[in-house]
């Protein structure tokens, strides 16, 4: 089961817990029934709150947006139908606008889980670990996959691939990239300095692709879009003439391909040869 089908699964579950709280908390509970429903909505919350905190590493701030609004949905149900069974008049209309808060929240979540999805795909969160990697090596690796999303939809979206010049600095390419430290390799900078450490394939800059994705053009699999650099300024680009010599990570360089595979390369490697 892919990753969006998941997040519709646990839409379809948010959707009727808020709804079914509300109404819960509209009804006569006892005490230990109304205790019991709030105990169940706040370790929803608990759980949604913390599976966001827990993968916004690997995919970004998005997935915290997420568990904000998987969250207040049912937060939101509780308190609507509770105040809408005092005996206020004027709290009665509580839970229909209870009821449109929870659509329009729980429309935003669904908006976007297709995001998240490409983003979890890019990064090979979706498919199995063939082999297994240091921690500085998969750090650089899901880097190089995160930016693919980025290049990936800006091809989508142009029909062609970004320019050379300040690649780094796009504003089509840095939106799309959900932290800032995913620019740099973890093998020479602290992610948070001016040292990146990855060029853009030069060869590529403006190239169109004719309608075509990105891992559908020509040679794909062997072509270099990103890669381990030795020039560690921003928006490093070459003819993929900067591979470091010694190779950065456990003797091997990180090589980002036009279709989307990272592959570690031994230096001296034809990066044109690929898998």
Not at 41 to 50: F, K, P, T
Not at 115 to 144: H, I
Not at 214 to 235: F, I, R, W
Not at 241 to 264: I, W
Request: proline content about 5%.
């Amino acid at each position: 089961m892919d990753i969006e089908k998941i997040l519709r699964i646990i839409l379809a579950v948010s959707a009727l817990l808020s709804v079914g709280a509300g109404a819960a908390a509209r009804a006569s509970l006892s005490k230990s029934a109304r205790t019991a429903l709030i105990a169940l909505v706040a370790i929803w919350c608990v759980a949604a709150l913390g599976a966001g905190i827990a993968f916004q590493a690997k995919i970004g701030p998005i997935v915290i947006a997420e568990g904000i609004f998987l969250a207040f949905g049912p937060a939101v149900g509780v308190v609507g139908g509770s105040l809408a069974s005092s005996t206020g008049k004027n709290l009665k209309a509580a839970w229909p606008v209870a009821l449109v808060l929870i659509v329009a929240d729980l429309g935003a979540f669904y908006a976007l889980n297709h995001k998240v999805a490409d983003l979890a795909e890019t990064m090979g969160l979706t498919r199995p670990k063939v082999a297994a990697e240091s921690s500085e090596q998969k750090g650089c690796a899901d880097n190089l996959k995160a930016l693919y999303f980025a290049f990936d939809k800006y091809a989508e979206s142009n029909g062609s691939l970004p320019p050379a010049e300040k690649w780094m600095e796009n504003d089509e390419i840095a939106s799309r990239v959900q932290k800032n430290e995913w620019f740099h390799c973890p093998q020479v900078s602290n992610q948070h300095d001016d040292k990146f450490g990855y060029a853009y394939n030069e060869a590529l800059a403006n190239k169109q692709l004719n309608g075509k994705k990105l891992s559908e053009m020509p040679d794909a699999a062997h072509t270099p879009l990103v890669y381990d650099s030795s020039t560690l300024p921003g928006s490093a680009h070459d003819a993929v003439k900067s591979l470091p010599t010694s190779g950065r990570h456990s003797g091997h360089n990180n090589v980002l391909y036009c279709d989307g595979h990272v592959e570690a390369l031994a230096p001296g490697a034809d990066p044109g040869k690929g898998k």
